[in-house]
């Protein structure tokens, strides 16, 4: 279906696309995008995120791996942080490409629970060994911007899946010979 750029409420406007089966549109592509691409922007920001964290881990230990993990009081550091760090490369590709990515979701909001849970929440009291001197509402709130919104991310992904631009997506189609075959398949049993 062809679509004009604008619509206008001149009603001798529209009636010319009107005849030619062109129907007219408020916004503009580049000001209001579908929902395909946004949830492709999404994932595919989602994936890199988790995919540079996790290389991160890999690349400064003392900092953002078995280090943090065992000044955050996590047991056994020098083993959770590079499973996290795989978790998180692993994941992170799966999500990007968009394959099984429900099922690539699921670890990271278990990671970003995690994350929350134990290096963001005793910020609340006072009590964080990552944040020393930060304690309450504002400072949590700072603080855990970016792992609640990789949560958010995570669910939502869990929730709608990886879009039409996916492989999930490609893995997934049917041509329309194949559903035809199918459809027909059903009637005779």
Known sequence: MRRTDKGYDYDDLRRWPRKR???HRIA????????????????????????????????????LGS????????????????????????????ILAGLVTRLAAVPMIVNMVGALLITKLPILWGDAPLFEGESGWWDFAHESRTDLAQLCGSL?????????????????????????ASGA????R
């Open 21 to 23: 089966g062109i129907r």
């Open 28 to 63: 503009r592509m580049a000001i209001e995008p579908s929902t395909r691409r946004g949830r492709r922007a999404r994932r595919e920001s989602l994936g890199l995120i988790f995919l540079s964290e996790g290389i991160l881990k890999f690349l400064r230990p003392d900092e």
């Open 67 to 94: 280090g943090r993990f065992g000044e955050a009081g996590i047991p056994a550091p020098g083993f959770f942080a590079p499973l996290d760090g795989v978790f998180e490369i692993v994941c992170g590709l799966l």
């Open 156 to 180: 939502f992904l869990l929730l709608v899946g990886a879009g039409a631009y996916s492989l999930d997506a490609r893995l997934h189609s049917t041509s329309p010979s194949a559903a035809a």
């Open 185 to 188: 398949e059903a009637v005779h």
